[in-house]
């Protein structure tokens, strides 16, 4: 299930010119153990802010305004290197 839920993440990143992060793993295994797969778009790290999910305006807005989303695993091209997410 976490394979599945990873590669929606990286279709994501594909279709919106946006790089994984070295945190992608991590955060699909935290997304698979408070949300299941019916909710996995859900933010782990703001779970009660109904405006934050996966690739929400308000992600967006993050990845513009300071290269990253809020969970990390989101970046605009050049802030996904994985040696300055680590």
Do not use: V
Request: with cysteine; net charge positive; aromatic share 8%.
């Amino acid at each position: 299930m976490k394979e599945e839920i990873l590669k929606q993440m990286h279709e994501i990143c594909a279709q919106y010119g946006y790089e994984p992060t070295s945190f992608m793993e991590k955060i699909a295994n935290a997304k698979l153990r408070m949300f299941g797969m019916e909710e996995w778009k859900r933010c782990p790290c703001d779970g009660k802010n109904p405006n934050r999910s996966c690739i929400s305006e308000q992600c967006h807005k993050d990845i513009e305004e300071k290269g990253r989303c809020h969970c990390n695993c989101y970046a605009k091209p050049g802030f996904g290197d994985k040696k300055t997410a680590e």
